[in-house]
């Protein structure tokens, strides 16, 4: 069973980072397109970073471009979100997701790329 499993949230001040780390079971996450949503209180689910399958180039939204960072560790099956320089917009329960049977149907930030998805990780950015 193929499972992902989000940590790293918590309470930040504005300006301040975090690391949050999507560890994979079931697969390796080496062979798998890993994308990082999020979701505040009454909107949608956007996408924020997400990693390739292949060469691990890496996608940005534009709101989070040149603040957040999206890696990889394949020995530990985990990949991460460096974010710095945090806002108070940025406070959403954030989730990862590995690719699913339509990743090359959609962009690599549409949920619709993806099948399994964490439970999710609160992050809150106090102004």
């Known amino acids: 069973q193929l499972q992902a499993t989000e940590s790293g949230g918590g309470l930040v001040q504005t300006g301040g980072s975090l690391t949050l780390a999507c560890a994979a079971s079931g697969f390796k996450l080496d062979t798998y397109g890993i994308g990082w949503f999020r979701q505040a209180p009454g909107k949608e689910r956007e996408g924020v970073s997400a990693i390739s399958n292949s060469d691990d180039s890496a996608d940005y939204a534009d709101s989070v471009k040149g603040r957040f960072t999206i890696s990889r560790d394949n020995a530990k099956n985990t990949v991460y979100l460096q974010m710095n320089s945090l806002k108070p917009e940025d406070t959403a329960v954030y989730y990862c997701?590995?690719?699913?049977?339509?990743?090359?149907?959609?962009?690599?930030?549409?949920?619709?790329?993806?099948?399994?998805w964490g439970q999710g990780t609160q992050v809150t950015v106090s102004s």
């Open positions: 997701a590995a690719e699913g049977a339509y990743y090359y149907y959609h962009s690599r930030l549409h949920p619709r790329a993806y099948d399994t």
